[in-house]
Each structure stands twice: as structure tokens, then as C-alpha cells.
């Protein structure tokens, strides 16, 4: 019993010499609590020193993590969104968030849609880390759709807290949405086929599809938020009070043509301090609304709806600081691993607009 205290005795001593924050060689450590994370020659440099700071950018409660755009809606050929997977891999946020439209959806046939789920969550189970969906109107807005979404997925609407932040995942599609063309999974389908047979011919079907005025009016309706999940949305942010910042993630930017309940919900963060995702226009867009940001995600895949600078397929890296989140917007195309960007991978990354 008294050699083994006495061994206990010596570790402690052992330890205190180690977390020490100077050593007997003449190197230093900068604090006790950091022991190990930097350390450096000091004699060797006893006036300049070849940096700048000693103060590293390693604050515990910080915390990275990406969202990814829609992938469908016309999902390219190029197959861009599984690419990007493999991009989420390199850059190792803590977990990823989707604006909504993973699957093309508006199947009738149960095994056609069980088929693009497989599809879909093939890729997104290749991330070494969570993916937090949101449904979009391509995942659930035609008959069986919804089901199909409780079943794989669960909720519609949710929350969860990371590190002391709020992050609320909406459901845009809960209410009642315009049919969308009888004709749509037709036309999916020969898009499809074009992009590769004939991309010229693609981009202008493409270009009269986004014309039709049915589908202009969809893309800018108003979007309203049932009883239950406005019930949800109050009783949530009464709840989590005190985090020190929200997120809130949607499919459609229900900013850009604000319905009365989407209003109250705007009314009902006050001055709390959040920020607002979306997708769906496969455009990026940035608006700065009473001082809070609500941005909309360019796509990771999906079709390009028209031209100009959110044309871009991309990822958000958001870092969240004490003073709230930084915001990088990364370009598929800028992002390749260590053996340098392949040649035969470049077209998936440096489409085409509609006009070009
Ligand atoms: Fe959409």
C-alpha cells in the first residue's frame, strides 16, 4: 500500500513539473491549461520572433459546420452533389445542414420514390459526420411524398441545441402549394437526357420551364405556417431563452414574399439574435433585413435558374464565434483534394449557365 502511494505521489510531481510554464531546457509553455498545444525554443529566439500572435484561434466554444444547397430540381448529370459529399469529407465541418430538395421526388410509384431515397441517402452516408435534413418541395409536395418523408425521416419540423446555440429546422411545404405541371416528372426526365445528348437543348428547355407563369407564381408565393408548427416555433423559442444564438433553416426564402405567419414568426424572434437559411431559387441571394441576415443558398447540383453572381454551386462554412457567425461561402470549384483537381471531375464543377 505505501509503494503504491508513494508512486501516486511521484506522478503528481511528475505532472506539476509537466504542466509547468517554463522547462529546465529553456523552452516555455504558454499556460498551464495549454499545455502541449504550443511550444517553442525561446532561447533560440530572444528577440523577434518569425510570427505575429501567440494567441491561437482555438476558443473550445467555437465550432464549425457547413450547409449544402439543393441538389434537385433538375439535378445535373455532372452528378456535383456527390462530388461535394466527398468535399465535405476534406474539409471535416462538425456536421452538415441541407437547405431541403435531395431527391427529384414527384413519383407516383412507391418503388420509383424508394428508389431515389436510396440513391440519395447512399451518397449523404458516405459523410463522416451528421447531415440534418429539411424537406423541401421536391421530397414531399405529390401524393405519397409526405408519408414517404415520416417514415424515412420522421418530423417535418425540429430543433436541436449544439453547443449552447439553437438550431430550428422549419418546414416550408406544411401548408397546401400549387400542383405543379402534370407533365413535370416527363420533363425531369428528358432534361435529364438532354444534359448529356444535347446541353444546349437542355438549357433552353430549361429556360422556357422557369418562364411558364405557373411557375414563377409558385417560386414567389407567399408561405404559411400552420397552427401546430407556428405553436412549435413559439413554445421552442420560449424554451431555449437563453442560447446564445439561432439558426433557423427552411426550404423556401419566405422572406422574399413574407406570408402573415411567417411575419409573426419574425416577430416572434424580437431582437433575439438568429440568423435565416433557405434554398429552393438555386440562387444565392443575400438580405439584411432589420439588421438580421437571411440568406439563400446557390444550389449544390440542382439546375441553374438563370444567370449571374449566385449562379454558384457551393457550400456556407459557418464558424460560430462569440460575436456570432462567420459566414464563408466556398465554391465547389475551388475545393480539391491533395493529389490536385482532376481533369475528367472539372466539367462537374464549371458548368454552364442557361445563356452560355
Ligand atoms: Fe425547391
Not at 499556460?31 to 491561437?56: G, Q, V
Not at 423559442?237 to 413574407?258: G, I, K, S, Y
Request: glycine fraction near 8%; charge should be negative; hydrophobic fraction near 40%.
Amino acid at each position: 500500500m505505501r509503494s503504491r502511494t508513494a508512486f501516486l505521489g511521484l506522478l503528481l510531481v511528475a505532472a506539476v513539473v509537466q504542466a509547468g510554464c517554463a522547462r529546465m531546457d529553456g523552452t516555455v509553455e504558454a499556460e498551464p491549461e495549454e499545455a502541449n498545444a504550443f511550444s517553442y525554443d525561446e532561447a533560440a529566439m530572444p528577440h523577434a520572433r518569425p510570427w505575429t500572435l501567440e494567441e491561437f484561434e482555438n476558443n473550445p466554444e467555437e465550432f464549425q459546420f457547413a450547409i449544402i444547397g439543393d441538389r434537385t430540381g433538375g439535378a445535373n448529370v455532372q452528378g456535383t452533389f456527390a462530388l461535394a459529399i466527398g468535399q465535405l469529407n476534406l474539409l471535416q465541418p462538425e456536421f452538415v445542414i441541407n437547405v431541403g430538395d435531395i431527391i427529384e421526388g414527384y413519383a407516383e410509384d412507391p418503388a420509383e420514390l424508394s428508389a431515389m431515397w436510396e440513391e440519395a441517402e447512399a451518397m449523404i452516408a458516405k459523410l463522416n459526420m451528421p447531415f440534418f435534413f429539411t424537406r423541401g418541395n421536391h421530397d414531399v409536395s405529390f401524393p405519397g411524398g409526405k408519408e414517404a418523408w415520416r417514415e424515412r425521416r420522421g418530423p417535418n419540423y425540429y430543433h436541436f441545441v449544439y453547443k449552447d446555440v439553437l438550431f430550428m429546422v422549419l418546414d416550408s411545404e406544411d401548408s397546401p402549394r400549387p400542383e405543379p405541371p402534370p407533365e413535370i416528372r416527363e420533363l425531369t426526365k428528358v432534361y435529364k437526357r438532354l444534359q448529356t445528348e444535347d446541353p444546349e437543348a437542355a438549357q433552353r428547355m430549361l429556360a422556357e420551364f422557369m418562364s411558364d407563369d405557373a411557375i414563377v407564381a409558385a417560386l414567389g408565393r407567399p408561405v404559411e405556417f400552420p397552427e401546430d408548427q407556428m405553436a412549435w416555433i413559439e413554445k421552442t423559442l420560449r424554451e431555449q431563452a437563453d442560447v446564445r444564438w439561432t439558426f433557423l433553416f427552411m426550404h423556401e426564402p419566405c422572406w422574399e414574399n413574407p406570408s402573415g405567419s411567417f411575419k409573426q414568426i419574425q416577430a416572434l424572434l424580437g431582437d433575439r439574435k438568429h440568423t435565416f437559411f433557405a434554398g429552393h431559387l438555386h440562387y444565392y441571394d443575400y438580405d439584411e433585413i432589420d439588421g438580421v441576415e437571411h440568406i439563400t443558398l446557390g444550389p449544390a447540383g440542382a439546375s441553374w435558374h438563370h444567370d449571374g453572381p449566385g449562379n454558384v454551386d457551393h457550400l456556407a462554412w459557418v464558424t460560430m464565434t462569440d460575436e456570432g457567425p462567420q459566414i464563408a461561402n466556398i465554391a465547389l470549384k475551388g475545393i480539391f483534394d491533395r493529389k490536385g483537381l482532376d481533369p475528367s471531375l472539372f466539367g462537374a464543377y464549371d458548368r454552364k449557365g442557361p445563356s452560355q
